[in-house]
């Protein structure tokens, strides 16, 4: 427990002068006033005997009063101010040192409401921080682990691409490995990169109005040689002149990464399907694919950064396309959804706003 120090203990002596002076004045009028009065009314003689007699009592009362009017103002400071206060100082230096577990609880005593609306305010603060915290940790650990895989790779081959006595099939062989996983490592960073730009708001929409259904088609067309490679089969249902107020480059980030899903989860002689139908205020657009599927817990976790629901698939992405494109979806105010089967397929919807 801290000694009280000098100045503190002048300022306890300067507000008891005080509150005495204040009550001492008020009650010396009440009291004349009384006296004044009385004597008026009742036509008695004030001598000053009695003056100084009643002057004592008065000021012996006055002390009195003052002494335990200020007794039950330290015991509501110290119940209604100090404590509160210290726990919630308490609290936002825990928070300050890292310790983003700590709540406050809600203090029952009348006159606690502006209190409890600060501690409210810290226990959401405090939780918030958490969250971040745990994200930041988990993007960091994961980041972490991704670049590992492509590093230990590129490794590997450069360590093979050593031997003297390598034949020239075998240089070219490690040395697409070298440069696929660079380029994973590449695209990873350029996709971590955006995705930090579009949650921190430092990426912002550039509204113009276009075809919907064209840019479609000009993102579709761009994997022709992986659908053909695949004999993969499209179909394409897309209601002419959709037009769309929106951000057509980020919308293009939405397009290619589920075509580059849907064909990337499609087995050979399957099917990709298209369609793109309108309303009076929204666009809505489907990709059908005829792949695995996933189950219900892996599709509640798909729009996570890094989660790769099918693990055999993961060499050739890192888990941050459809975070990126479920924080574009949400920049447009718009709406993603997934409905899947196992063994059958997926299908991705996207509701966004007309014109």
């Given at each position: 427990?801290?000694?009280?120090?000098?100045?503190?203990?002048?300022?306890?002596?300067?507000?008891f002068?005080?509150?005495?002076?204040?009550?001492?004045?008020?009650?010396?009028?009440?009291?004349?006033?009384?006296?004044?009065?009385?004597?008026?009314?009742?036509?008695?003689?004030?001598?000053?005997?009695?003056?100084?007699?009643?002057?004592?009592?008065?000021?012996?009362?006055?002390?009195?009063?003052?002494?335990?009017?200020?007794?039950?103002?330290?015991?509501?400071?110290?119940?209604?101010?100090?404590r509160?206060?210290?726990?919630?100082?308490?609290?936002?230096?825990?928070?300050?040192?890292?310790d983003?577990?700590?709540?406050?609880?809600?203090?029952q005593?009348?006159?606690?409401?502006?209190?409890?609306?600060?501690?409210v305010?810290?226990?959401?603060?405090?939780?918030?921080?958490?969250?971040v915290?745990?994200?930041?940790?988990?993007?960091?650990?994961?980041?972490s682990?991704?670049?590992?895989?492509?590093?230990?790779?590129?490794?590997?081959?450069?360590?093979?691409?050593?031997?003297?006595?390598?034949?020239?099939?075998?240089?070219?062989?490690y040395?697409?490995?070298?440069?696929?996983g660079s380029?994973?490592?590449?695209?990873m960073?350029?996709?971590?990169?955006?995705?930090?730009?579009?949650?921190?708001?430092?990426?912002?929409?550039?509204?113009?109005?276009?075809?919907?259904?064209e840019q479609?088609?000009r993102?579709?067309?761009?994997?022709?040689?992986?659908?053909?490679?695949?004999?993969?089969e499209?179909?394409?249902?897309?209601?002419?002149?959709?037009?769309?107020?929106?951000?057509?480059e980020?919308l293009?980030?939405?397009?290619?990464?589920?075509?580059?899903?849907?064909?990337k989860?499609?087995?050979p002689?399957?099917?990709?399907?298209?369609?793109?139908?309108?309303?009076?205020?929204?666009?809505?657009?489907?990709?059908?694919?005829?792949?695995?599927?996933?189950t219900?817990?892996?599709?509640?976790?798909?729009?996570?950064?890094f989660?790769?629901?099918?693990?055999?698939?993961?060499?050739?992405?890192?888990?941050?396309?459809?975070?990126?494109?479920?924080?574009?979806?949400?920049?447009?105010?718009?709406?993603?959804?997934?409905?899947?089967?196992?063994?059958?397929g997926?299908?991705?919807?996207?509701?966004?706003?007309?014109?």
């Amino acid at each position: 427990m801290k000694k009280p120090t000098m100045r503190a203990v002048l300022g306890s002596v300067s507000s008891f002068l005080l509150f005495f002076l204040t009550v001492g004045f008020i009650v010396s009028c009440c009291m004349m006033l009384f006296v004044t009065i009385l004597a008026d009314t009742l036509g008695i003689t004030i001598t000053s005997h009695n003056i100084a007699t009643a002057a004592k009592v008065t000021f012996w009362n006055v002390i009195l009063i003052t002494f335990l009017f200020k007794i039950a103002d330290y015991i509501r400071r110290k119940i209604m101010v100090e404590r509160p206060t210290k726990l919630i100082t308490e609290a936002t230096e825990r928070i300050m040192s890292g310790d983003f577990s700590v709540r406050i609880k809600p203090m029952q005593s009348s006159g606690m409401e502006g209190f409890n609306q600060i501690a409210v305010a810290i226990n959401q603060m405090a939780e918030e921080l958490g969250s971040v915290e745990t994200l930041r940790t988990d993007f960091i650990a994961n980041v972490s682990h991704e670049m590992k895989t492509p590093l230990a790779v590129m490794q590997n081959y450069g360590t093979l691409l050593q031997a003297p006595d390598l034949s020239e099939e075998k240089r070219m062989e490690y040395a697409k490995g070298i440069t696929d996983g660079s380029r994973r490592m590449a695209d990873m960073l350029t996709n971590i990169l955006k995705l930090n730009r579009l949650e921190n708001q430092q990426i912002y929409p550039e509204i113009s109005e276009f075809d919907l259904g064209e840019q479609l088609c000009r993102c579709l067309l761009q994997y022709e040689a992986v659908w053909e490679k695949k004999n993969i089969e499209i179909e394409t249902e897309l209601a002419e002149d959709v037009r769309v107020k929106a951000d057509a480059e980020l919308l293009d980030h939405v397009w290619s990464n589920l075509f580059s899903n849907a064909f990337k989860f499609t087995p050979p002689g399957g099917t990709v399907r298209v369609s793109l139908t309108a309303t009076e205020h929204h666009a809505t657009v489907k990709v059908c694919d005829t792949g695995c599927g996933m189950t219900a817990e892996v599709g509640a976790h798909i729009f996570e950064k890094f989660y790769q629901g099918d693990a055999s698939h993961s060499v050739q992405g890192n888990g941050l396309g459809l975070a990126l494109v479920k924080r574009v979806i949400d920049i447009m105010h718009g709406e993603i959804g997934v409905e899947s089967t196992v063994g059958k397929g997926s299908t991705f919807t996207v509701k966004i706003g007309r014109c």
